[in-house]
Every structure is written in structure tokens, then in C-alpha cells.
């Protein structure tokens, strides 16, 4: 690993492309959109995507852009909702992306045309959490998170100022593979301690900008404030040494092994940095 790594765009698109487009990534907790209507939109490796369940309940995860000119047609971090429209030129899709209608000045020729509907993604449900994969055909199996949780006590979201390897590192420094502690490859780590479980998930923002999202089983959220709130100290004092060129040591086998994969990740996308 290098310091621009860390710290500039060309790592970044890298790992957009030779990872982050093929990986099972997690989106959020079942429990944020738990009713009909009920959504999530997130960035994530540079993928602008939501998830939404329908009035059948099931949950779906689609790319956040307009079939007409690509624009976002969910602009919040969260809500509820009948329908999408996007603000832009207007174009509505139901909770299941499928196109309903569109002003006539901007409406498609063939309104039947499936081509309308935003592009769905491969999603998958395990252990209380959402995830997508952006890929073509995907892969057929999502990663077990060694479930069943308790029930869903809620989310925090910290905004972090800082490259999503750091966070990562952090959350796996000091740590090592038991039955109270598991990292799942590329974003999360799940932490138990009796009936509670703590799944800490990455969301790469941008390449200097991470959300992490705290699902919490068996107790109440907010019990983890304190504990999100160190984590983003740590995670961006660490992230002005590594844009220092003060780097990650590889102190334990699981960080040693997430460079590994990156190192990987590099050789199949090009030479970053």
C-alpha cells in the first residue's frame, strides 16, 4: 500500500471497477426499510444505488438514475414514498422501478418499452442485511454473516472524513478471526458479545469520505454512540497520517490479509497510485 492510496482518486477508481462492480456489497440493515414504501439511497464504491420495499414487501436494490438522462430520482439518504420522480424532467417509477409516466413534452415514444424501468440489481438478503451486486450475471451466492441475529435495535450513521481502507484497518486492528469477532470481506465486520451483535459496515463515499453504518442486535442503538463517535476520531487522525505517508502496519492477520486482496484488486484493475 501507498500513500496515495489513501489519499487520491486513481486507487479509488481502481477499486471501482475491479471490485466494487463485482463484490457482494452490503446496502443497509432489513430493519431501516422494514415497511411498504420505506427506502435507502447511498453512493457506494461510486455506485449511486437504492433499495426500496414494495407493497408485497419484497426488497429490491436499484440504480439510482433516470432512464431518461441518468439524473438521481431519490435524492435523501432515507424516507418513504409511493412512487419515484425524478426532479429533473419528471419521469415516475413505482416502488419497483417500473416507469408509470412522464410529462409529454419529455415522454418516451413507447411508454410499454421495458427499457423504461430502472435497471435492477442483484439483491440479496442475509441475516437482517440488504445487499446488491452490481455485476452481470452475479454471483449466485451472497456472503453468510453467521446469523441469526437478535432482534434489530437499530442504525447509527457517522460521517467520517477519511478513506475507507482506514476505517477498515481500524476496525480490524488488534483483532483476529473467533466466534465473537469475523471480518467479511470487502466491508464488514460483525462483533458479538452474547445475544448483541455489532455489524460495522464501510460505505466508500468518495475517496476521502466514508459513512459508517452501525447495526445493532440485541440492544438499542444508541447504547454504540460513544463508540461511533471514537471511531471517527481515530479513523480521521489516521487518515492525516496516512496522507503523511505514516502507513498501516500489518500487525495481525486480518489487516495483512486485506492488503493482500487489495494488492490483487490493483494487479486485476491496473497499477493505482
Known sequence: MKSEDYSGPEAFQVEKRAMFATEWLPLCAEGQIAGPGDFVSASV???????????????????????????PVVNTPSGNCESFRCRFHGWTYDLQGRFLSAPP?????????LDLHLAPLATALVDGLAFFNM????????????????AYGGTLTTEIACNWKVCV??????????????????????RRAGAVAI???????TFLRTRLLTHVFGCAAENHQQ???????????????????????????????????????????????
Open 105 to 113: 413534452p419529455v415522454a418516451p415514444k413507447d411508454p410499454g418499452s
Open 169 to 190: 484497518e481500524h476496525l480490524l486492528a488488534g483483532k483476529g478471526p473467533s466466534p465473537d469477532f469475523a471480518w467479511h470481506w470487502p466491508l464488514l465486520t460483525v
Open 45 to 71: 464504491g461510486g455506485w449511486s444505488v437504492f433499495g426500496v420495499r414494495d407493497k408485497e414487501g419484497a426488497v429490491r436494490v436499484l440504480r439510482n438514475a433516470c432512464r431518461h438522462q441518468n439524473m
Open 227 to 273: 463508540a461511533a463517535d471514537t471511531i471517527k476520531h481515530v479513523c480521521e487522525r489516521q487518515q492525516a497520517d496516512r496522507a503523511a505517508g505514516k502507513l498501516a502496519i500489518d500487525d495481525n492477520s486480518l489487516i495483512a490479509d486485506f492488503h493482500l486482496r487489495l494488492a490483487e484488486v490493483y494487479a486485476r484493475g491496473g497499477e493505482a497510485g
Open 199 to 205: 455489524v460495522e459496515q464501510a460505505v466508500p463515499h
Open 135 to 150: 455485476g452481470a450475471p452475479a454471483p449466485a451466492v451472497a456472503p453468510s454473516l453467521g446469523g441469526p441475529f437478535s
